[in-house]
């Protein structure tokens, strides 16, 4: 199976440019660096390096891609020209490849999260930050508008037709494939036609950092400081939100991601309506490119740590296809996403334990069944109408499970608890399945004739009992009720 040309793979290259480095350093501050640290390398061919003589710390670049080099130092100047906090060039040698740049220090947005963060949520500092950053991005994006000069972007001047199918046969030639998800060729191909063309209609006249992600923030004394923004382009402005957002290993709850896309429609001055018409389907694309990134890297050349992320983008596939519409009928590329978020083999990469929360919702009957069309469609559905109705009794009828009196009916009655009985053995199995199986997400639907007593009562027993005894997250929602809880 032959695979296909991406943007941009350039070749690794086999020695260290220290000897070039080292000159520009002396040819620029007019000594030696006392110090010559190589840096943590990220998944392309470019290299880092600290070089330090006394109190003066730089980082020194190589690069092998001359175009890509051209294209972060332009975008340098212009943006410390506009006065954005980004890293000032002290020299280039482009020829050679080589560049020095100020020294930012080593904390990113991502490191500073991780010691920050004791939990799922964000603490208030960190959640600070993360809007700092934000209010920043319509800085960038409004270049553009301002005249900016595209001709040095690489390796296109827009994210055009031409982009968005670069990353979505990434996304199919290395991690579809690769991962071995099962698809109809052509179909798919027609799923993209249309895809491409839904993306299209979104206003692209902001530049689009492209790789605008917690890794290429950096927290100096307190500030935001930007880098790697030299894949960027004219675009959307919706693609670099998600990046931000649905950065996988970031792993934001659903609800700090929308308090932090409202807090930058705010600072950009943007129509909300008029920005989630395209949104979920930027956020679909970025997955699918990031997706593709691990399977190139992972998959392809065996660097297995780029594949950690994988559960974590399986997790926001299957939020999307619960909760999002991406806007445009792509079905055979739906299917695929489906096929992702169950499988067992795509969560089990690294150590990664994502959690399992349990969705538990009491209804009636009468007005059917609760529907889970999307994700991996398990759970159950237990008929509560066997059981001792209180809403016969004048003295209920008016009360619901939620209430003290009817709680107490339910729990004397011998049907009822040999009912929950079985319910808890069977629910404790899939349970302890799940989060075996690095899965995140159980329907659990319990139903009565009118949907407010015995229902209601039974799915307040059953979270009770997955919060005590597995400590997972349980949505509940008692849906004639028209209320939930998620814990």
């Known amino acids: 199976m032959p695979l296909k040309k991406t943007e941009k793979e350039p070749a690794v290259p086999k020695t260290l440019p220290e000897a070039p480095l080292r000159a520009l350093y002396r040819k620029t501050f007019g000594r030696e660096p006392e110090v010559f640290e190589p840096l943590r390398a990220d998944g392309g061919a470019r290299r880092l390096f600290r070089l330090k003589d006394g109190a003066r710390s730089v980082i020194g670049a190589f690069g092998p891609d001359k175009a890509e080099n051209r294209a972060f130092l332009n975008f340098s100047r212009r943006f410390r020209a506009e006065k954005l906090p980004v890293p000032e060039i002290y020299a280039a040698d482009e020829p050679q490849g080589v560049y020095l740049e100020e020294d930012l220090g080593s904390t990113t947005l991502f490191e500073y999260m991780g010691a920050e963060r004791k939990g799922a949520e964000l603490p208030p500092q960190v959640l600070d930050a993360y809007k700092k950053a934000l209010d920043w991005l319509p800085r960038f994006q409004q270049q553009v508008g301002k005249g900016m000069d595209l001709s040095a972007c690489y390796p296109r001047a827009s994210f055009d037709r031409q982009s968005i199918m670069w990353d979505l046969n990434y996304f199919k030639y290395y991690f579809l494939k690769l991962a071995k998800i099962p698809f109809n060729e052509q179909k798919l191909e027609d799923d993209f036609a249309r895809f491409a063309d839904f993306l299209l209609e979104a206003p692209a006249d902001s530049f689009l950092y492209r790789d605008f992600q917690s890794r290429n923030i950096m927290l100096r004394g307190g500030q935001p400081w930007f880098i790697d923004y030299q894949g960027g382009r004219r675009g959307a402005p919706h693609y670099d939100l998600a990046s931000l957002l649905y950065d996988a290993k970031a792993d934001l709850t659903p609800e700090t991601r929308s308090a932090l896309r409202r807090h930058y429609l705010a600072a950009a001055g943007l129509d909300q309506k008029a920005f989630m018409r395209h949104y979920h389907a930027f956020v679909y694309i970025r997955i699918m490119q990031a997706m593709g990134a691990y399977g190139l890297r992972g998959f392809y050349e065996g660097k297995t740590h780029f594949l950690n992320s994988v559960p974590y983008a399986v997790r926001n596939i299957e939020w999307l296809l619960r909760n999002a519409d991406p806007g445009v009928k792509v079905p055979e590329l739906e299917q695929c996403f489906k096929r992702i978020a169950a499988s067992s083999y795509l969560r089990q990469f690294g150590k990664t334990r994502l959690g399992l929360t349990v969705r538990i919702t009491s209804f009636s009957f009468k007005n059917g069944l ?31 499970g939620l209430d003290a009196p009817v709680a107490e009916f339910l729990k004397k009655e011998p049907e009822v608890e040999k009912f929950l009985a079985g319910v808890f053995a069977i629910v404790d199995m899939s349970v302890e399945n799940y989060l075996s199986r690095n899965f995140t997400s159980l329907m659990v639907n319990f139903g009565c004739t009118g949907g407010r007593h015995r229902s209601v009562y039974c799915a307040e027993a059953l979270a009770a009992r997955v919060r005590q005894k597995y400590g997972a997250r349980v949505e509940l929602l008692h849906r004639e009720q028209q209320g939930g809880t998620a814990k």
Request: hydrophobic share 25%.
């Open 370 to 400: 609760p529907l889970d069309d999307k994700g991996h469609g398990g759970g159950f559905v237990f008929d509560c109408r066997a059981l001792p109705n209180p809403g016969r009794y004048e003295r209920y009828a008016q009360l619901t």
